[in-house]
């Protein structure tokens, strides 16, 4: 959301209060474009990001840009059926996230090694390198040991769903079920991740 700051000594926008108010967009990034004389005054509402009024129209558009891609959350896809990675990536980028994907398990690894992750979404049945692999190297590593992941597969017995959660999936979901609670459950964990993490809000166009 980009909102519009009032001039000097007027406190917080009106608006962003309200969504700070609202449980269901308390947690709603909020940039704020403001004069120069009130950037100080800007950085204390807990905006995610500050614009200067003064930036010409294409500078401003450019800057959001790098704002967002800098502070985009980042779920891995990781299936050797393209359908499903077609599905779940659309899903994905229509609701902001950025998606990178793999078809099998040793791709999933590199790129968890690469890439700093807010989630995998792994199926269990893969070529290369297991899931259950995947999941085994990810929880030994120390930079990959925290990143949440939801397995997301067509096995569904109660055997394997133990197995996952043993070796650290979040989740257990079975395929076919729709998608609403895996984006619930996506939405959730991304925003517990970033709450958990240090110095998550910025301050940019100073």
């Known amino acids: 959301v980009l909102i519009r700051m009032p001039g000097e000594g007027a406190g917080t926008p009106p608006a962003l209060g309200r969504l700070r108010e609202d449980p269901r ?6 940039l704020l474009l403001a004069e120069p004389g009130c950037h100080r005054e800007a950085l204390s509402t807990g905006a995610a990001g500050l614009f200067s009024m003064e930036a010409d129209p294409g500078r401003l558009c450019e ?22 990675v077609a599905v779940l ?41 297991s899931g259950w692999k995947v999941l085994e190297t990810l929880r030994a590593e120390e930079k990959t040991k925290s990143l949440p992941v939801i397995v997301l597969t067509g096995m569904h017995t109660e055997m394997d769903r133990t197995r996952a959660l043993a070796l650290g999936a979040l989740e257990f979901l079975e395929k076919g079920h729709g998608l ?27």
Not at 90 to 109: F, P, W
């Open 89 to 129: 990536t659309e899903m994905l980028k229509l609701r902001g996230y950025g998606v990178a994907s793999a078809s099998n398990g040793e791709e999933a690894v590199r790129i968890a090694r690469d890439r700093d992750l807010d989630l995998m979404i792994l199926d269990l049945n893969m070529p290369r390198k």
């Open 25 to 30: 967009m308390a947690e709603i990034p909020v």
């Open 180 to 206: 609403q609670r895996l984006t619930s459950e996506i939405e959730l964990l991304v925003k517990q991740r970033w709450m958990a993490a240090p110095g998550e809000a910025a301050a940019a166009g100073e």
């Open 63 to 84: 800057e959001i840009e790098t704002f967002l891609r800098s502070n985009r959350r980042w779920v891995a896809v990781v299936d050797d059926d393209p359908g499903t």
